[in-house]
C-alpha cells in the first residue's frame, strides 16, 4: 500500500520510467499531497489480524460493477444490487475500485440499482483505490475531505460526497501501490497487450483478486470468468442473455486462463458451473 510513510523524493525519482511515469513526473503534487492525508497508525495495513497466526479466509466476487470484497472469516459476499440479496448476500468489507470504474458504474447501473458505493459496516469497512491515473488521487483526497471535483481535467465533474454518502475516517481509505501494480501485471498478466502500455491494464477485478491472493490465507472467487465464460450472460443480475464484452485495454482471456491455473494448482477456489440449459430470466 501507499501511505503518508512511503513518499520520498526518492521513491518519486524511481518512476522516471515504466507505466507510470506520466502520472508520477508530470504533476507530482496531487499524489503527495493525497499521501500524506493517508497518516493514520493503520494507513498502511490492508486489514488487521485479531491474532499473529489467525487464518484469513477472503472471498471475490465480480462481474460488474466491478468488485471484490474480502473478509476476516470465510464468505464474502458481494455488492449487493437491489432484488439479488439472496443469490449473493448483503456483506462487504472491501471495496476496490478506481475512479474511472466507479463513476461508469454509477451511470451506466444506475438502472440496475448501483445509487452509490456499498457502505458495509461503518467500523470495519475499507474503500481500495487503484492508483490508474492522476484521478484517482484527486478522487481520494476529495473523499477524504468531504469535497467536489469541479476543476480536474483528468477527473471531470465527480462529487464524492454523493458516492460515498457519508464522511468515513482516514483509516478506511487504502491507497495500492505502483509497484505491486506493476509486479502483478509483470509477473501473472504480462499480456502481448502491454506493448500499449499507457493503454493495457489487468480489470479491476483482476488486480482485486490477485491482492486477496497476496495477503488472505484462502481465497475463493465467484464470478470471474471461465473458460465456458459464453454460457453465461455478461452480468449476473441481466434480465436477457448478454455476451461478455471484451475491451481493449484488459486482457481477459489471459485472466481467465490464471485463474483455470491458480485453481488447479489449488492456489485458490474458482466458483465453475456448466452451463443451465433451461436457464430462464426474469
Known amino acids: 500500500l501507499q501511505w503518508a510513510g512511503s513518499f520520498s523524493h526518492s521513491e518519486w525519482g524511481r518512476y522516471e520510467i515504466g507505466v507510470y511515469a506520466s502520472l508520477w513526473l508530470e504533476r507530482p503534487a496531487p499524489g503527495r499531497s493525497t499521501l500524506a492525508l493517508l497518516n493514520d497508525s493503520s494507513s498502511s495495513r490492508l486489514f488487521e489480524r485479531r491474532w499473529p497466526d489467525q487464518c484469513v479466509r477472503c472471498g471475490g466476487k465480480w462481474r460488474h460493477p466491478s468488485r471484490l470484497q474480502t473478509r476476516q472469516g470465510h464468505r464474502q459476499s458481494p455488492l449487493c444490487l437491489q432484488h439479488f440479496e439472496e443469490d449473493v448476500g448483503t456483506k ?10 466507479v463513476k461508469n458504474s454509477l451511470h451506466f447501473y444506475r438502472k440496475d440499482g448501483f445509487t452509490k458505493v456499498p457502505r458495509g459496516r461503518v467500523r470495519t469497512f475499507r474503500y481500495i483505490f487503484i492508483p490508474s491515473n492522476e484521478r484517482d488521487y484527486v478522487m481520494m483526497s476529495a473523499a477524504i475531505e468531504s469535497l ?3 476543476s480536474c481535467s483528468s477527473v471531470g465533474r465527480a462529487w464524492p460526497s454523493r458516492y460515498f454518502v457519508f464522511k468515513p475516517p482516514v483509516k478506511h481509505f487504502k491507497m495500492l501501490h505502483p509497484d505491486f501494480i506493476t509486479y502483478v501485471t509483470q509477473r501473472f498478466l504480462k499480456s502481448p497487450l502491454l506493448k500499449y502500455s499507457q493503454l493495457y491494464m489487468p480489470s ?5 483478486l490477485l491482492t486477496a491472493l497476496h495477503m488472505c490465507d484462502q481465497v475463493s472467487a465467484y464470478g470471474f470468468i471461465t473458460k465456458n465464460f459464453a454460457d453465461f450472460s455478461d452480468h449476473y443480475y441481466d ?3 448478454l455476451p461478455l464484452l471484451f475491451y481493449a485495454n484488459h486482457d481477459m482471456q489471459m485472466e481467465s486462463w490464471l485463474w483455470e491455473v491458480l485453481h488447479a494448482r489449488k492456489v485458490m477456489s474458482l466458483y465453475k458451473r456448466t452451463k443451465v440449459l433451461n436457464c430462464i430470466f426474469m
Not at 462487504?92 to 470504474?101: C, E, K, L, P, R
Not at 479491476?204 to 482485486?208: E, K, N, P, R, S
Open 148 to 150: 467536489n471535483v469541479t
Open 239 to 241: 434480465a436477457v442473455m
Open 204 to 208: 479491476t477485478g483482476a488486480l482485486m
Open 92 to 101: 462487504t468489507s472491501f471495496y476496490g475500485f478506481t475512479t474511472n470504474t
